[in-house]
């Protein structure tokens, strides 16, 4: 790496680190939010190899490029945020909040790094990595969501008491949840930054999971913006409501709960509406709709016809 190329990735990392102390600011005097009852712990220099992560920890995804600038700035010029740890029952400490820190310290090759140690038990320590995590501005709509899943099922919060934490609206929180709805692949697409919240919000306006993954790749496809998905969805939910109250046939017998799976499985795979009917005597029909010639093409390749 040439002078100028280090200096460049030295001052990435020197912004990556100072970007932090605004954070810690925002937050409380240890970087994490406040829990009942503790007073702020003293900073401490704890050994590398002596900290383990948090298997609770809820943040999954670390960039390695920026990892790799933050350890460049650590080697230089230490931690300036302190990680916050909690000590276990076999004299070692495990990480609440900072495993971005603690990593790059790592990968600097550090000894020890300044950590607040604190007393917590498992309950606590859980609410506050997901309440530290949830005040992180590079958080995807992912990560919010599963985190608020998490405080709600795990530290038994209902909605408006996790938005009392998190100083949001209900309605906010709310927003956030009804995403764990979508299929997996959308839900990774979002995670991945391929389509924004708005996108998605606009998506969830269909009920059908074959709909849904029709919307999602058209837009991923065409590019097209949360306006234009809006658009789309509207007039899918215009046709689908035509169709119901044009339809004048009964009802037919549910599908037993083994053949309902079935044909959701199926629909799941070719990412279309399918229909499964089966008679009394085993025999049947399996419909599989598409919406055009490529969709029939893309069906086709499915079935390596």
Known sequence: MSQTNKKQALGKGIRALLDTIDEEIKTTAEGVPAVSGQNPPAV????????????KQPRRDFDEQALKELSESIRQHDIIQPVTVVKTNNNKY??????????ASKMAGLKDIPAY???ADDQQMLEMALLENLQREDLNAMEISFSYKRLMDECDM??????????KERSTVANYLRLLKLPPDIQKSLRDGEISMGHARAILGLDMVDEQLYVFRETVKNGMSVRQVEQMVKGMQAADKMHTQGSNAPAGPKLPPAYKRIEDNM???FSTKVKLDRKKNGKGTITIEFYNDEDLERIMDKMSL
């Open 44 to 55: 401490t220099r704890v050994p590398l190899d002596q900290i383990v992560v948090n298997p």
């Open 94 to 103: 495990q990480l609440i909040s900072g495993e971005r820190r603690w990593r």
């Open 117 to 119: 140690v604190r007393t």
């Open 158 to 167: 209902t909605q408006e008491q996790v938005a009392e934490r998190m100083n």
């Open 267 to 269: 629909a799941s795979h």
